[in-house]
């Protein structure tokens, strides 16, 4: 039986690099996405939209082995998001991956893995970034709660990037070394680990978050050490 994959927001950026990756395995991809283009057009917000292209996927390829679900919600602060930013923030970030597992799981064949993309900022934030930072907090809470309740039927495990370029820019100087590897993310740094998690050499990985940020989150800051100025 032929592998088949699941990506939300796969059309560009960290997705298209997972998809890319999975395609290049000679796994079926089915990706949807709010931009227009050759996959399912549409807004994982959305309930019936959700509702719609999960039949389709199970219409056209009969179960699931991965679902990834890395569709990105909006960042707006606490200044002026309002009621329903927030909220849709919260659909798009927390409740479409908990909708879309629920709706795909009686389909999930022997060894399916779920990956939900959050961010490092499930840890720590800047500021004006509640609605964007709450959905993560709920996305990578809401993996060790699947994992759980998914024992046995699929592996649930998230993955938090850091800074991840998705332009294809080189950047250099402070933006790339203040990472401790020196460098700033590719989208291919997170699509190694998404094809590890979904792997067997993974099968003892479950619930389990790992964070792809070159160090970010584990450097100490103190003003006036190792080049780090407060001005
Ligand atoms: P991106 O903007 O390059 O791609 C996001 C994709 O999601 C786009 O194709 C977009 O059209 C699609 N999308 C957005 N809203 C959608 C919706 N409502 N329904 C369906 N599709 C929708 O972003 P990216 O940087 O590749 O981010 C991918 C994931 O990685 C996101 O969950 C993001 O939060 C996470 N992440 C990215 C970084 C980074 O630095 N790039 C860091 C941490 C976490």
Do not use: L, Q
């Given at each position: 039986m032929g592998k088949v994959a699941v990506i939300t927001?796969?059309?560009?950026?960290i997705g298209k690099a997972i998809a890319d990756a999975m395609k290049k395995e000679g796994i079926t991809v089915h990706i949807i996405d709010?931009?227009?283009?050759?996959?399912?057009?549409?807004?994982?917000?959305?309930k019936d939209t959700l509702e719609r292209f999960a039949e389709n996927v199970i219409k056209s390829?009969?179960?699931?082995?991965y679902l990834i679900n890395n569709a990105l919600p909006i960042m707006k602060g606490i200044?002026?998001?309002?009621y329903e930013e927030f909220t849709y923030a919260l659909q798009v970030g927390v409740t479409a991956p908990f909708y879309l597992t629920q709706l795909l799981m009686p389909y999930f064949a022997e060894g399916a893995s779920v990956i939900n993309i959050a961010s490092s900022r499930d840890r720590m934030s800047q500021p004006q970034t509640e609605s964007y930072t709450a959905a993560k907090g709920g996305i990578a809470s809401l993996t060790h709660a699947m994992a759980i309740s998914l024992a046995g039927k699929a592996r649930v495990n998230s993955i938090s990037p850091g800074w991840i370029d998705t332009t294809g820019s080189d950047i250099t100087g402070a933006d790339a070394y203040q990472q401790p590897v020196g460098r700033v993310g590719k989208p291919e740094d997170i699509a190694s680990m998404v094809m590890y998690l979904c792997s067997d050499k993974a099968g003892f990985i479950t619930g389990e978050n790992i964070c792809i940020d070159g160090g970010m989150t584990r450097q100490m800051i103190y003003h006036g050490e190792h080049g780090w100025r407060l001005e």
């Open positions: 927001g796969g059309a560009r950026g709010i931009s227009e283009g050759d996959w399912f057009v549409g807004d994982v917000g959305d390829s009969g179960h699931v082995d200044n002026d998001c309002s």
